[in-house]
Every structure is written in C-alpha cells, then in structure tokens.
C-alpha cells in the first residue's frame, strides 16, 4: 500500500495533522473508529467521502509510524 498517494499533512488542513487527501478527515478519527470495533463500511457509511482504500492507507500509515516511535508503555 503506498500510503503516501492517501495521506496529507497540510498546516492550513486540520492544524496539521494527517487526513486522507481530498478531506478533512484525519487519519486519527479513521483510526479511532477501527480501535472502537467499527467496519471499513460503517466507517464509509458516516465519512461517505472516504474510501476503503483511505482507510487502508490509514492502517499502513499508523504501521509506519511504529516503525519509527516508540511509545513507553505503563510498568
């Protein structure tokens, strides 16, 4: 997946953080909604604007992303 075509990150869009090309959606809500149990078509369904391709690039955007952070778990 060549998240890179899917994913923006724009100062003047959404104080810029990341959002799927074309929206205002960011990767984080699309995120969100998939931790929370949410279907790619429920998701689809309240963001009609988004594809199921934009939701995959938001997976591997996230999978990048722990590539390069680390984040300190709780003892």
Do not use: F
Not at 9 to 34: E, F, Q, W, Y
Not at 36 to 59: H, M
Request: aromatic content about 6%; glycine content about 4%.
């Amino acid at each position: 997946m060549e998240w890179w075509n899917r994913i923006t990150v724009d100062p003047k869009v959404c104080h810029g953080k990341a959002c799927i090309a074309g929206t205002r959606v960011m990767v984080s809500v699309v995120l969100d909604n998939l931790a929370n149990g949410a279907s790619a078509d429920e998701i689809i369904q309240s963001y009609p604007s988004l594809s199921r391709e934009d939701i995959q690039a938001a997976v591997s955007y996230a999978a990048e992303l722990t590539r390069e952070r680390v984040v300190m778990m709780p003892a």
